[in-house]
T-cell receptor, first 112, second 113 residues
Framework: GIQVEQSPPDLILQEGANSTLRCNFS?????LQWFHQNPWGQLINLFY???GTKQNGRLSATTVATERYSLLYISSSQTTDSGVYFC??????????????FGQGTILTVHP | NAGVTQTPKFRVLKTGQSMTLLCAQD?????MYWYRQDPGMGLRLIHY???????AKGEVPDGYNVSRLKKQNFLLGLESAAPSQTSVYFC????????????FGDGTRLSIL
């Protein structure tokens, strides 16, 4: 099956710093989503971005489908950005039925 | 509009006990999914359903059963709980047409002693 690798596995920042998280995947995809899992365990859907670039406030994401990677940018980080960031992909093809394969996540810690 | 609702939120079981986790969605989605998340890992797919009355196995189906008797509900059952099933369980749903994002519930934290 498709492989999803996220880097870095851990990231520690001072408040106000910028960061880039990366997601590499091994096959063509129909769907790519970025999630933030907050300290209470909730999965927050950040972006649905199978290709192109999107921005939402301090966060933006770019997926280059032809090169099989996606980047999540966090600017002017805040302590509330702490948590685990997951990338999840759906393999391209008519019988995938939307099933997602998740990466291992990037643990982000933002210090005040 | 509640989205995807999971019950219960927390549960502690003894080895060998059975229980059912309920997932309900009010978005009229055809596709529904059950995932589990173990410490330090991403989510893994247990079972999924592409419509009322259908179910299919995902990546880690052993030890679980599912049912989709109504379109809005997807049930995950543990017939004889084992400590290895201690995990956080997430339900999700999405539209069946086109490429769409999945919407997730808040999770059920299950501990088996």
């Amino acid at each position: 099956g498709i492989q999803v690798e996220q880097s870095p596995p851990d990231l520690i920042l001072q408040e106000g710093a910028n960061s880039t998280l990366r997601c590499n995947f091994s096959d063509s995809v129909n769907n790519l989503q970025w999630f933030h899992q907050n300290p209470w365990g909730q999965l927050i859907n950040l972006f649905y971005i199978p290709s192109g670039t999107k921005q939402n406030g301090r966060l933006s994401a770019t997926t280059v489908a032809t090169e099989r990677y996606s980047l999540l940018y966090i600017s002017s980080s805040q302590t509330t950005d702490s948590g685990v960031y997951f990338c999840a992909v759906e393999t391209a093809g008519g019988t995938s039925y939307g099933k997602l394969t998740f990466g291992q996540g990037t643990i982000l810690t933002v210090h005040p | 509009n509640a989205g995807v609702t999971q019950t219960p939120k927390f549960r502690v079981l003894k080895t060998g006990q059975s229980m059912t986790l309920l997932c309900a969605q009010d978005m009229n989605h055809e596709y529904m999914y059950w995932y589990r998340q173990d410490p330090g890992m991403g989510l893994r797919l247990i079972h999924y359903s592409v419509g009322e009355g259908t179910t299919a196995k995902g990546e880690v189906p052993d030890g679980y059963n599912v049912s989709r008797l109504k379109k809005q509900n997807f049930l995950l059952g543990l017939e004889s709980a084992a400590p290895s099933q201690t995990s956080v369980y997430f339900c999700a749903s999405r539209w069946d047409r086109g490429n769409q994002p999945q919407h997730f519930g808040d999770g059920t934290r299950l501990s088996i002693l």
